[in-house]
């Protein structure tokens, strides 16, 4: 009959000689009860490079590994990535290239730490508790913490329930460049300094294209001029291509320079919330596109409430056409600043020359139809 041994981390998994079980139920990673221990067998056959989670090496042999049983999603903490432990970017990476195939990793509440960029796989799903699973961004500049592990070709995968904190200059929380129909829901990001950006889009041809942002969050760090933007989609790798055919549903985004920076097309922005901002939505073109043969983008924004956005609507190039509807805007000094007034349609109740902001009206830019030889 085989018995269930017992021991109480995964130090002492290692430790234990395989002959006398081939089955062991470990505590905890480091310490019993701290989330990372589970169920192990010991495979004779297994020469799979340990992973420190999933593959553990037994110190009593060479041959064979302890296996974990897994449940349904993969925990971080099974990899050492335990919560207020110091620098956890290796065991969280490792919890991460656990789904190489496709699968779920977990991240229960807690602080982590993390200071080199997370690389995600196809297929991946990564899990949290929302604002409760709060991962602390401390990289280098021009570096983000949640990035696809192929930028070429385009890759899906997904994002929930995640409050993701950037602490240093020019850095963000996710670069969605080699990410196309993608999810991402119930997001929360703190930018904690200035010249830092919560969804940065430089685009490859191939991406970030066709994805789906719900009830996700930005909050900056607030004065005049932080230069922090909540949706980056600017042409930033090359200079002529930008985030194309996206839509985001809800969200709050405050204490920003720009909430959204816009330089593709065809996106939509459906119902967001914006606060003490000094620019509501910024539409330009990419900068190559300045002296190009073709210009022009088209992007919608849809059930817009502003409260002290300075700015809420700046058109920088006379080809940016927009339809924009709002559904509350207070407390602003401008509701648009404009190139060209052409092919594009504002749509407001509330001009904000009222004391009391709750002036009826319609305002619409002229639409001039384009003509064709």
């Not at 297929?123 to 709060?134: E, F, P």
Request: proline letters at 4%.
């Amino acid at each position: 009959m085989q018995h269930l041994y017992a021991v109480s981390t995964i130090n002492e998994l290692q430790q234990f000689n395989p002959s006398d079980s081939t089955q062991l139920r470990v505590a905890g990673y480091s310490n019993a009860g701290d989330g990372g221990g589970g169920d192990f067998y010991w495979d004779d056959e297994c020469k799979a490079d340990a992973d420190h989670g999933l593959v553990i090496r037994s110190k009593h042999s060479v041959n064979g590994r302890w296996r974990r049983i897994p449940s349904a999603r993969f925990d971080v903490r099974w990899f050492g990535a335990l919560p207020s432990s110091g620098d956890v970017s290796i065991q969280l990476q490792r919890a991460l290239d656990a789904c190489q195939q496709g699968g779920a990793v977990y991240i229960p509440s807690g602080d982590y730490t993390i200071r080199r960029p997370l690389l995600v796989h196809q297929g991946s799903t990564i899990v949290g508790d929302g604002l409760l699973s709060a991962v602390h961004y401390h990289g280098p500049a021009n570096t983000a913490c949640w990035n696809a592990a192929t930028r070429s070709p385009a890759t899906a995968m997904a994002f929930q329930g995640l409050n993701t904190l950037v602490y240093n200059d020019s850095t963000y929380a996710f670069r969605l460049t080699g990410m196309s129909y993608s999810r991402f829901d119930n997001l929360f990001v703190h930018l904690r300094v200035k010249n830092t950006s919560a969804y940065y889009g430089p685009s490859n041809g191939q991406s970030p294209y066709y994805n789906v942002f719900t009830n996700c969050h930005a909050s900056g760090p607030g004065g005049t001029a932080n230069g922090c933007v909540g949706f980056d989609w600017g042409a930033h790798d090359d200079g002529d291509l930008a985030p194309n055919a996206n839509q985001v549903f809800g969200g709050h985004i405050n204490s920003v320079d720009i909430a959204v920076r816009c330089q593709g097309t065809g996106n939509i922005f459906h119902g967001q919330v914006l606060e003490m901002v000094n620019v509501g939505y910024e539409f330009d073109l990419p900068p190559k596109r300045y002296s190009a043969t073709n210009q022009g983008i088209s992007n919608d924004v849809f059930g817009l409430y502003a409260e002290y956005a300075k700015l809420v609507f700046h058109q920088k190039h006379p080809t940016c056409y927009f339809v924009a509807q709002t559904s509350m805007v207070t407390g602003h000094e401008q509701m648009l600043e404009s190139k060209s007034k052409d092919n594009c349609v504002l749509l407001s109740s509330h001009s904000g020359q009222l004391p009391m902001n709750r002036s009826f009206f319609q305002k619409a830019v002229e639409f001039t139809p384009l003509k064709f030889d």
